[in-house]
């Protein structure tokens, strides 16, 4: 997989991730709720692309990490920032 086709290998959705989630909590401590909202939404997005192709990444053959195992780790971050997302939707700005 390769970004080429538009879908980052898992690496690249780890820095891109952890990238986003800087911005989004920088943008939230500005009072940017609707743009760190967006930053959050990315990444859930990022995600999901990443899911979908999972199985032709390489680089899960090559350090011998266990798709499913991996697949299961990215779904439990997902749901982590699908509830903060959730919450945010439902507090008072």
């Known amino acids: 997989m390769n970004e080429r086709e538009g879908t980052p290998d898992l690496l690249t959705l ?37 899911l979908e192709r999972a199985s032709e990444d390489p680089l899960l053959r090559l350090a011998g990490l266990p798709e499913g195992e991996v697949s299961d780790s990215l779904y439990g971050v997902k749901s982590d920032i699908s509830s903060v997302i959730a919450e945010l939707q ?3 700005s």
Not at 18 to 37: P, S
């Open 90 to 92: 439902q507090s008072p």
């Open 14 to 50: 780890i820095g891109r991730t952890i990238d986003r989630l800087q911005q989004g909590i920088e943008l939230f401590e500005e009072e940017k709720r609707g743009a760190g909202l967006k930053h959050l939404t990315a990444v859930i997005e990022e995600i999901d692309a990443y």
